[in-house]
């Protein structure tokens, strides 16, 4: 399968009458993307700002961040069985925004959702200060239960990325990067002497606002199955759980996985990438026994020589990590597994809450108990009233001079556990 991925580079954003994309410059038009979220009738309203890095803006609570892109040859399109009709992508030309996003953000779902601060040591630690981002606070009706108040912000952040993407559509991109994978058998015949790497990734599916979604089905509901990799920077995978802000994997972590881009960059050279091998992680144990079944029988079918293995949250899931690594092991493939860490507040206790022998080669994302000190911003997109409760915080955040003592847990993307973040440890 193969995808000509074109880039365009977003310098800079701006209000305007109309939408359009000019010399590297976003125009939007509030008003069309306005009419865009409120054909649903469980928002009552919806505001737009622009935060740019450097600017002492906080963003909060915030709930995706979404890369737009726009399918411009090929089967399918974006986010499909989402947005678009149910079709197998991957393959063909899609073109995506770089250099910004889409951030939906609003009044709190779940405790579990996050910061982004676009300058100070907030900034630091995520990658989503260094993005022009358009920023669409969702104010929900009255009286809406919590899942469906998810469920239409989560939509509407997909169809405002969705529009813009279209702006881009007969435009040509500043560069163009190819991907490209051979079946089983050819993959064989052209990379006899390489060894055979997978990507096994495994996906949040709890449930109760912790779910992903596969082609618009809620991975909890799935077995383990095969993936192309290009497939998900058609937007195959879309995130819609409200997990700890640090390891959670948004949307935009799905479209820009660096595990899968990494392997891209040494296929054909040091390995041959194989496949992406998705899998859920469950609440309860049978269904995590079976997964990890089933996810190392893939990598025994598969004749693979070694995997790299990402979580996403932790605790419960620390479980379908350990199970997944082990039974791989046992089928004679080398695993490298990519976690983060809960280690308390001075990095003393222990990190996971389950371990195992065979996952003796860790890859960290840093301690996501570390405390650090965010200072008062001169603005707030969306609100502060929900900051003492959210994972990482407490009833002593809020500081006498308006700044704020939290854990990483708050920010998002801190410790993400695909590895995009600036924390690891040797």
């Not at 820009?256 to 392997?263: E, R, S, T």
């Not at 040494?266 to 859920?280: A, D, L, P, R, S």
């Not at 079944?293 to 693979?304: F, N, Q, V």
Request: aromatic share 6%; net charge negative; glycine share 8%.
């Amino acid at each position: 399968m193969k995808l000509e991925m074109g880039h365009i580079f977003i310098k800079d954003i701006v209000f305007a009458e109309e939408s359009k994309i000019s010399d590297g410059t976003l125009y939007v038009s509030t008003k069309e993307l306005e009419k865009i979220v409120m054909e649903d009738e469980k928002i009552k309203s919806v505001s737009f700002d622009i935060a740019k890095p450097g600017e002492s803006v906080r963003i909060t609570p915030v709930k995706d961040v979404i890369e737009p892109r726009v399918k411009v040859e090929g089967n399918g399109g974006v986010f499909p069985g989402i947005i678009s009709k149910v079709g197998t992508v991957g393959s063909g030309k899609t073109y995506a925004l770089k250099g910004m996003s889409v951030i939906t953000a609003g009044k709190i779902v779940g405790f579990q959702e996050g910061i982004i601060d676009m300058v100070g040591e907030g900034a630091k630690y995520t990658p989503f200060s260094q993005l022009i981002n358009l920023v669409m606070v969702c104010e929900p009706i009255d009286d809406i239960k919590q899942h469906q108040y998810e469920k239409a912000v989560r939509m509407a952040g997909l169809k405002v990325a969705t529009a813009i993407g279209e702006l881009a559509k007969t435009l040509t991109p500043d560069e163009t990067r190819v991907y490209e994978t051979s079946t089983i058998k050819e993959g064989m015949t052209k990379y006899p002497e390489l060894p055979r790497v997978a990507y096994v990734q495994m996906l949040q599916s709890q449930g109760l606002l912790h779910d992903t979604y596969v082609y618009g089905v809620d991975a909890k509901q799935t077995l383990p199955t095969i993936l192309n990799p290009t497939e998900i920077m058609d937007g195959a995978i879309i995130s819609g759980n409200c997990v700890s802000a640090c390891d959670k994997n948004t949307t935009y972590h799905h479209l820009n996985n660096p595990v899968v881009h990494d392997l891209f960059e040494e296929h054909g050279k040091t390995i041959n990438f194989v496949c992406q091998i998705i899998t859920n992680e469950n609440v309860y144990l049978a269904d995590k026994e079976r997964s990890s079944d089933w996810t190392a029988k893939l990598c025994e079918m598969l004749d693979l020589d070694g995997v790299i293995i990402s979580q996403e949250g932790f605790g419960n899931p620390d479980t379908d990590l350990i199970m997944n690594c082990k039974k791989i092991e046992a089928k004679g493939v080398k695993t490298v597994i990519i976690t983060d860490e809960y280690a308390g507040r001075d990095g003393k206790s222990q990190s996971l809450a389950d371990a195992d022998a065979a996952a003796d080669a860790v890859v960290t994302g840093g301690n996501a108990n570390q405390v650090i000190i965010l200072p008062k911003l001169d603005k707030v997109i969306g609100t502060l009233d929900y900051v003492t409760k959210i994972a990482g915080a407490s009833e002593e955040t809020l500081c006498e001079d308006g700044s704020l003592e939290v854990e990483l847990q708050v920010i998002t993307g801190a410790t993400n556990e695909t590895g995009f973040n600036k924390l690891s440890a040797r």
